[in-house]
């Protein structure tokens, strides 16, 4: 069903004012479906008009794509795309700060700790001694990732857990914002064996302390690199300190298409949003901004990779993991992270002139607003 985008308008302006516990019937459902599609449809074709501007852009068995030198590109995402996932590891629940774009806005002084001396791997709580059972048990993973949700709040917490793993020859790498962190603290990170530091330079508003810890890191660790939101509050902030931030040596820089979810979708209120295979909800702009990043890098020669962490790469990411499990053909994690689907914040794409549909057609009967359903 190739429904117009008049059409769509008028049934989304209906469903936003259904009550959020009404169920739709079935052909309204085809028409939500068809809508996204639509939208979809022609945002995948500005993404790859978008792609065919970039030289030397690359993919990685499929799953995602990047520029750069392959030395570079971060293991850690290889571990996540074709290893055995991104086996995250979580201690701290508190932050230093609060961004408009993270998962947990508004309840960051409500995260559930994980407890005192302990460790959450895999969804179990662990204590460190419990760790040489624990590999002696499950196969060693490809790699393991530190998040959730600011590490430096107790950094002297982790360099015991890095060195175990460590010796256990597991690839390592962490996130910060890096507001917190010192040479001191970096350093010791590197004695303790993390392989991999990312920084989240978008959430520091591109920060002369960041830019220059990331500087200190590349002395103690050997991969380092930027993984952030792509918004365009960063994409303006980082060309404004291009030159300080290149010069820094970092390997790459992650642009992870920034994803809604019910903490942080307010924030982006009136934005053109899309809807990625039904999953994922995205502002339309954020991934058309990490390609013309890409473009530019490629163009002024940085000697560093960009990757294109984009909704797609998260959907091949979860069926990795999911092979990796063994569990049945085609199954996946991947999916909305909203209950019921937010019709209202379609709206503004619907509204907007300037964005059009491929191809529409006349909605067949039984299917038009105020025709019978059955």
């Given at each position: 069903?190739?429904?117009?985008?008049?059409?769509?308008?008028?049934?989304?302006?209906?469903?936003a004012?259904?009550?959020?516990?009404?169920?739709?019937?079935?052909?309204?459902?085809?028409?939500?479906?068809?809508?996204f599609a639509q939208i979809?449809?022609?945002?995948d074709?500005?993404?790859?008009?978008?792609?065919?501007e970039?030289?030397?852009?690359?993919?990685?068995?499929?799953?995602?794509?990047?520029?750069?030198?392959?030395?570079?590109?971060?293991?850690g995402?290889?571990?996540?795309?074709?290893?055995?996932?991104?086996?995250?590891?979580?201690?701290?629940?508190?932050?230093n700060?609060?961004c408009?774009?993270?998962?947990?806005?508004g309840?960051l002084d409500?995260?559930?700790?994980v407890?005192?001396?302990?460790?959450?791997?895999?969804?179990?709580?662990?204590?460190e001694k419990?760790?040489?059972?624990?590999?002696?048990?499950?196969?060693?993973?490809?790699?393991?990732?530190?998040?959730?949700l600011?590490?430096f709040?107790?950094?002297?917490?982790?360099?015991?857990?890095?060195?175990?793993?460590?010796?256990?020859?597991?690839?390592?790498?962490?996130?910060?914002?890096?507001?917190?962190?010192?040479?001191?603290?970096?350093?010791?990170?590197?004695?303790?064996?993390?392989?991999?530091?990312?920084?989240?330079?978008?959430?520091?508003?591109?920060?002369?302390r960041?830019?220059?810890n990331?500087?200190?890191?590349?002395?103690?660790i050997?991969m380092?690199?930027?993984?952030?939101?792509?918004?365009?509050?960063?994409?303006?902030?980082?060309?404004?300190?291009?030159?300080?931030?290149?010069?820094?040596?970092?390997?790459?820089?992650?642009?992870?298409?920034?994803?809604?979810?019910p903490?942080?979708?307010?924030?982006?209120?009136?934005?053109?949003?899309?809807?990625?295979?039904?999953?994922?909800?995205?502002?339309?702009?954020?991934?058309?901004?990490?390609?013309?990043?890409?473009?530019?890098?490629?163009?002024?020669?940085?000697d560093?990779?960009?990757?294109d962490?984009?909704?797609?790469?998260?959907?091949?990411r979860?069926?990795?993991l999911?092979?990796k499990?063994?569990?049945?053909?085609?199954?996946?994690?991947?999916?909305?992270?909203?209950?019921?689907?937010?019709?209202?914040?379609?709206?503004?794409?619907?509204r907007?002139?300037?964005f059009?549909?491929?191809?529409?057609?006349?909605?067949?009967?039984?299917?038009?607003?105020?025709?019978?359903?059955f």
């Open positions: 069903m190739k429904i117009s985008k008049k059409d769509a308008l008028m049934w989304f302006e209906f469903f004012q259904l009550p959020e516990d009404e169920e739709l019937m079935t052909k309204q459902q085809e028409i939500v479906y068809a809508t979809e449809e022609a945002v074709r500005r993404h790859e008009a978008l792609m065919a970039i030289p030397g852009l690359k993919n990685l068995q499929h799953r995602t794509r990047y520029v750069g030198e392959d030395s570079k590109f971060p293991m995402c290889r571990s996540c795309l074709m290893g055995t996932g991104l086996s995250a590891i979580r201690k701290t629940n508190k932050c700060i609060e408009k774009f993270c998962y947990n806005y309840e409500a995260i559930p700790p407890g005192e001396g302990m460790w959450e791997i895999g969804g179990t709580k662990f204590y419990d760790l040489d059972l624990l590999l002696s048990i499950h196969k060693k993973p490809s790699g393991v990732s530190y998040v959730y600011e590490p709040m107790e950094i002297e917490k982790y360099y015991s857990i890095i060195k175990r793993f460590k010796e256990a020859q597991v690839y390592q790498h962490m996130y910060t914002n890096g507001l917190l962190a010192t040479e001191e603290t970096l350093k010791a990170l590197g004695e303790a064996g993390l392989n991999e530091l990312r920084f989240n330079l978008g959430a520091a508003n591109c920060a002369d960041v830019i220059e990331i500087r200190i890191a590349k002395k103690y050997p380092v690199g930027i993984e952030t939101p792509m918004t365009p509050e960063f994409f303006a902030g980082f060309f404004k300190k291009k030159e300080a931030i290149l010069s820094t040596g970092l390997d790459f820089i992650n642009c992870a298409e920034l994803h809604l979810n903490n942080n979708i307010g924030n982006y209120a009136g934005e053109n949003l899309y809807i990625a295979r039904q999953g994922y909800v995205s502002p339309v702009w954020s991934r058309e901004l990490t390609l013309k990043f890409m473009r530019i890098s490629q163009e002024e020669k940085w560093l990779v960009v990757h962490c984009s909704n797609y790469t998260k959907f091949a979860n069926l990795n999911s092979g499990e063994g569990k049945w053909f085609g199954s996946s994690s991947y999916g909305c992270e909203f209950t019921t689907y937010p019709y209202e914040a379609f709206l503004p794409i619907l907007d002139e300037t059009e549909f491929l191809t529409e057609e006349e909605l067949p009967f039984g299917y038009k607003v105020g025709e019978l359903f």
